[in-house]
């Protein structure tokens, strides 16, 4: 069986101040007309007949029950974290989740803030890759770079694994790069960006993370032990939880398994990083702005301008990002979008 895992717990933070603690990026309609995660979810149509599994943060279940409702796939399959321990333990505990119901299911984990434009593409590779998962890999997808980006992970593909499978063993696996670092991989023809996609069974994940992050495992194993069903939820025991190590699968496993092969995806693709990467999937006007609301803007090019209530108006504004809510207004220069991050750790450290 193939299970699809919807990672949905990020904090989306370099989106503020649209993507909230309270409303984070993955349930915002950002791009076309569902939100992030309903999109995820749809793009999985015709790929699996499981209802899928998605894993987010307690204090979001009813945004994610509704907007799982909604595509008639609610079906107690919504697992709560009682706090965020980044990737590696929400994976473990769907993979362990999966195991106590006596099942040991092939897992394909996605990202919930993932747009493709090539969606059968994207179901190729993923018809490619169940064969190699059920075999034993950690299967990885592998999206041409185009830029020296820092918060990817990057990965260098070794020989092909046979003449009919377009798969390659992963020679190494690096991520999030130092920017010099990243200059580097890219003179490399045969590296591709880590989409943050992977498949594998559940077994085979929690053997190898056994070996490289028992502690991870532990604390995982002893949470789901006491998990708790709750109308739609599934909810892990906060007690035994809190204590996991927060750690991405990137670093906890991807970095040091020998079992990873990578499947390439012949498609564009964005992870909805910044700001940035929302104006360069945008519909621009002949003067490259992409606007939202109530905007006008005079001898201005380049922007992404978003307006919630009222008029924003620019003039002689270039390359720069003006978000504008009730309670907050953001304006950058569109190169330093990934600095959004800082601003927010420092609204929370004023309280
Ligand atoms: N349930 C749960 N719990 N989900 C989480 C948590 C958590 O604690 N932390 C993050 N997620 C979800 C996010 O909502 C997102 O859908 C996905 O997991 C990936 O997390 P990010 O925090 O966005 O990771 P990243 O973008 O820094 O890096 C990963 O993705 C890149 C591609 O987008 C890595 O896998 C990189 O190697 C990869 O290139
Ligand atoms: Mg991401």
């Known amino acids: 069986?193939?299970?699809?895992?919807?990672?949905?717990?990020?904090?989306?933070?370099?989106?503020?101040?649209?993507?909230?603690?309270?409303?984070?990026?993955?349930?915002?309609?950002?791009?076309?007309?569902?939100?992030?995660?309903?999109?995820?979810?749809?793009?999985?149509?015709?790929?699996?007949?499981?209802?899928?599994?998605?894993?987010?943060?307690?204090?979001?279940?009813?945004?994610?029950?509704?907007?799982?409702?909604?595509?008639?796939?609610?079906?107690?399959?919504?697992?709560?974290?009682?706090?965020?321990?980044?990737?590696?333990?929400?994976?473990?505990?769907?993979?362990?989740?999966?195991?106590?119901?006596?099942?040991?299911?092939?897992?394909?984990?996605?990202?919930?803030?993932?747009v493709f434009s090539n969606v059968s593409a994207f179901k190729q590779a993923i018809h490619t890759a169940k064969p190699l998962a059920e075999n034993g890999l950690l299967v990885t997808f592998g999206i041409k770079p185009s830029t020296p980006e820092t918060g990817y992970g990057y990965i260098k593909q070794g020989k092909i694994l046979n003449d009919c499978v377009n798969a390659y063993l992963v020679k190494q696996f690096i991520e999030k790069p130092s920017i010099e670092q990243a200059k580097q991989l890219l003179l490399d023809s045969d590296v591709c960006w880590n989409s943050g996609l992977f498949m594998f069974k559940a077994s085979t994940f929690l053997n190898e993370l056994a070996i490289?992050?028992?502690?991870?495992?532990?604390?995982?194993?002893?949470?789901?032990?006491?998990t708790l069903a709750d109308m739609d939820f599934i909810r892990i025991n906060k007690e035994l939880f809190i204590n996991c190590p927060a750690e991405s699968i990137d670093y906890a496993v991807m970095e040091h398994t020998q079992s990873a092969v990578v499947v390439p995806i012949e498609s564009e693709w964005s992870d909805i990083g910044s700001w940035s990467a929302l104006w360069e999937l945008g519909e621009k006007d002949t003067l490259g702005n992409v606007q939202y609301g109530e905007v006008l803007q005079h001898n201005s090019h380049n922007n992404y301008v978003y307006s919630e209530s009222g008029l924003v108006a620019t003039i002689g504004l270039e390359n720069t990002i003006v978000i504008q809510t009730n309670d907050a207004v953001l304006v950058a220069n569109k190169d330093h979008v990934q600095q959004v991050k800082e601003i927010v750790q420092t609204i929370k450290e004023q309280g």
């Open 212 to 226: 490289y992050r028992p502690d991870i495992l532990l604390h995982c194993q002893n949470a789901v032990a006491q």
């Open 1 to 114: 069986m193939l299970l699809p895992v919807v990672l949905a717990g990020g904090s989306g933070s370099r989106l503020w101040p649209l993507s909230r603690e309270l409303m984070p990026k993955q349930f915002l309609t950002l791009h076309g007309d569902k939100s992030l995660l309903q999109s995820s979810l749809i793009r999985l149509s015709g790929i699996s007949t499981a209802k899928p599994l998605v894993i987010c943060n307690e204090e979001h279940r009813f945004i994610a029950a509704e907007q799982i409702r909604q595509l008639n796939l609610l079906d107690k399959n919504i697992i709560l974290e009682p706090s965020s321990r980044n990737t590696a333990p929400a994976i473990t505990i769907a993979a362990l989740y999966a195991m106590q119901r006596g099942e040991d299911p092939t897992l394909l984990v996605l990202a919930a803030d993932h």
